[in-house]
T-cell receptor, first 109, second 117 residues
Framework: SQQGEEDPQALSIQEGENATMNCSYKTSINNLQWYRQNSGRGLVHLILIRSNEREKHSGRLRVTLDTSKKSSSLLITASRAADTASYFCATDGDNDMRFGAGTRLTVKP | DGGITQSPKYLFRKEGQNVTLSCEQNLNHDAMYWYRQDPGQGLRLIYYSQIVNDFQKGDIAEGYSVSREKKESFPLTVTSAQKNPTAFYLC????????????????FGPGTRLTVL
C-alpha cells in the first residue's frame, strides 16, 4: 500500500507563479523525499528531509515537514514552463520506500 | 558516466510469453528496486534487493521474477502468469538501507514501456 498521498492531484498555474504541493502520510517516518518525473521518463530526486528537520531549501524549491500533522509540502517559487512534470513524495515503509500517486503540475508560458 | 540504464526502451510481448527487462547500474549501489507505473498512477514496488544473491517481494510480485547474481545487475522477468503486464517499468538503485529504516535517495533508470499485443 502507498504511504504518502499528494494533494492536489493536478495543478495548473502561469509561469512566474508559485506552486505548492502537499503530501500526507499515515505512520511515523525517518525521512521524506520528493521526486520529479517528466512524462515518460524516470524519476529524479529533488530533496530529502529528515524527521528532525522542519524546512529545507534547494534553489527554487522549499520543503517543509510537520511530523505532528504527518504532512509535508513542496513549494516551487517563480515557476517556469520547464517545471511541468509530476511530483511524488516518498516515505520510508517497513523495508523500503513508498511513493504516493503524485501531483501533476502544468506551468503555462 | 555513472548511472543506471534500462533496456529495451520499448518492449512488445505476445500473450503467453515471458520477457526479461534489463537493469544495470555502475553507481556501486548495494540496493536495487523494480517498480511498476500505470497511467496516471504512482509507483508500486515489485521486487527489491538489498544485497547480491538476496531479494524480497514487494507489493505486486505475483507474475514477476528477479535475480541478483551481480551487484550491478537486477533483471526482471515478466512471466505469462502476469495477467495485465502492460505498464511502464522503472528500475532504481540506492545505497543499502539494510542497517535500519534510514533510506537514501534512489536513482532511477529511464524506464521500459511494455505492451502486450
Amino acid at each position: 500500500s502507498q504511504q504518502g498521498e499528494e494533494d492536489p492531484q493536478a495543478l495548473s498555474i502561469q509561469e512566474g507563479e508559485n506552486a505548492t504541493m502537499n503530501c500526507s502520510y499515515k505512520t511515523s517516518i525517518n525521512n521524506l523525499q520528493w521526486y520529479r518525473q517528466n512524462s515518460g521518463r524516470g524519476l529524479v530526486h529533488l530533496i530529502l528531509i529528515r524527521s528532525n528537520e522542519r524546512e529545507k531549501h534547494s534553489g527554487r524549491l522549499r520543503v517543509t515537514l510537520d511530523t505532528s500533522k504527518k504532512s509535508s509540502s513542496l513549494l516551487i517559487t517563480a515557476s517556469r514552463a520547464a517545471d511541468t512534470a509530476s511530483y511524488f513524495c516518498a516515505t520510508d515503509g517497513d523495508n523500503d520506500m513508498r511513493f504516493g500517486a503524485g501531483t501533476r503540475l502544468t506551468v503555462k508560458p | 558516466d555513472g548511472g543506471i540504464t534500462q533496456s529495451p526502451k520499448y518492449l512488445f510481448r505476445k500473450e503467453g510469453q515471458n520477457v526479461t527487462l534489463s537493469c544495470e547500474q555502475n553507481l556501486n549501489h548495494d540496493a536495487m528496486y523494480w517498480y511498476r507505473q500505470d497511467p496516471g498512477q504512482g509507483l508500486r514496488l515489485i521486487y527489491y534487493s538489498q544485497i547480491v544473491n538476496d531479494f524480497q517481494k514487494g507489493d505486486i510480485a505475483e507474475g514477476y521474477s528477479v535475480s541478483r547474481e551481480k551487484k550491478e545487475s537486477f533483471p526482471l522477468t515478466v512471466t505469462s502468469a502476469q495477467k495485465n503486464p502492460t505498464a511502464f517499468y522503472l528500475c532504481a538503485s540506492s545505497l543499502s538501507s539494510s542497517s535500519g529504516r534510514i533510506y537514501f535517495e534512489q536513482f532511477f533508470g529511464p524506464g521500459t514501456r511494455l505492451t502486450v499485443l
